[in-house]
C-alpha cells in the first residue's frame, strides 16, 4: 500500500475505488489539468497558457529542490519561451493560490530569521507530479521529503527549510503553539542509511542543532540506529503514528 502511496499520491477519489493504473493516471492528469485550465488560466486571464504549463511542469520536476526565478527563465529559454523573472514569480504564485504547489521558506537556525528566496516548491499532492511528470519512483527521496511535508500540515505544524550555522540543510523545521509553549521538531528524511556516510551526513546537521527540541531521522530502515540524542525512525510507522 505504501509503494502504490508513493506512486500515486493520496487523492481521496482514488483511496476508495480500485480503477486499473491507466485509469488512476488519466483520473490524476485531469484533476491537473481541471487546476490549470479552470482555477488559473481562465479565472485569471492568463494570455501565454503553454508558457503557465511549462512553469508549472518545471515546478512539479523539481519538487523538494532548490531553484531561483533566474534558473526558470534561462531553462524555459533553451525550451524557447522568452519570459521575465517576475512572470515566473507571478505564475508560481497562482499555483500556490490554486492549492497545486505549497511554497515553503528556509529559516536560519542560528539567525533565527527567514532567509529571503531561498525556500523550496512541493506539490499539494505527488500523485500529481507522477501523472503529468512521472519517474516518482526514480525521484525516491523528493517523494518522501514531500509524503512528511504533508503529514506534518496535516498534523498542524508551520513548516519551514532549516539551515544550520555551517550551511548544512535541515529538511524540516515544524513548529506549532500549544497550550504549554512550543512544540517545535526538526527532521532529516532519506530512502535509506545504507552506510556511514549516509548516516554521517543526515544526522551531522541535526547534531550542530544545540537545542532540546526532539530530532527524528525518518527512513525506510529497517534496522535503526539513535546518534547522540537523535531519533531514527521508520519513516512508514511514524506516518501511522498517532
Not at 524555459?76 to 500556490?96: A, H, P, R, W
Not at 516548491?121 to 500523485?127: L, Q, W
Not at 523545521?173 to 526538526?186: F, L, P, S
Request: proline residues 2%; charged residues 25%; neutral net charge.
Amino acid at each position: 500500500m505504501f509503494q502504490q502511496y508513493v506512486l500515486e499520491g493520496g487523492m481521496p477519489f482514488l483511496s476508495v475505488n480500485q480503477f486499473e493504473f491507466s485509469a488512476r493516471k488519466t483520473y490524476l492528469s485531469d484533476v491537473y489539468n481541471s487546476i490549470i485550465l479552470k482555477d488559473v488560466i481562465q479565472r485569471e486571464k492568463i494570455r501565454e497558457p503553454e508558457l503557465l504549463k511549462r512553469i508549472f511542469s518545471f515546478a512539479l520536476a523539481n519538487t523538494g529542490r532548490a531553484f531561483s526565478a533566474n534558473s526558470v527563465v534561462k531553462f524555459l529559454k533553451n525550451e524557447g519561451f522568452n519570459t521575465t523573472v517576475s512572470t515566473v514569480i507571478n505564475y508560481l504564485q497562482l499555483g500556490v493560490t490554486s492549492f497545486a504547489f505549497i511554497p515553503i521558506p528556509k529559516y536560519s537556525v542560528k539567525d533565527k530569521k527567514h532567509l529571503a528566496n531561498q525556500g523550496k516548491y512541493y506539490v499539494i499532492d505527488h500523485g500529481l507530479r507522477q501523472a503529468i511528470i512521472g519517474k516518482n519512483d526514480g525521484n525516491i527521496e523528493l517523494i518522501l521529503e514531500n509524503i512528511v511535508l504533508i503529514e506534518l500540515i496535516a498534523r498542524g505544524y508551520d513548516v519551514f527549510i532549516g539551515s544550520t550555522a555551517s550551511g548544512f540543510e535541515v529538511d524540516f523545521i515544524a513548529e506549532k503553539r500549544t497550550e504549554t509553549g512550543v512544540d517545535r521538531q526538526y527532521f532529516q528524511v532519506c530512502m535509506m542509511m545504507i552506510d556511514e556516510k549516509t548516516r554521517n551526513r543526515e544526522f551531522r546537521s541535526l547534531e550542530e542543532i544545540n537545542d532540546a527540541y526532539p530530532k527524528k531521522v525518518l527512513s525506510l530502515d529497517n534496522f535503526l540506529s539513535d546518534r547522540n540524542g537523535i531519533r531514527h525512525l521508520n519513516l512508514v510507522d511514524w506516518l501511522l503514528d498517532k
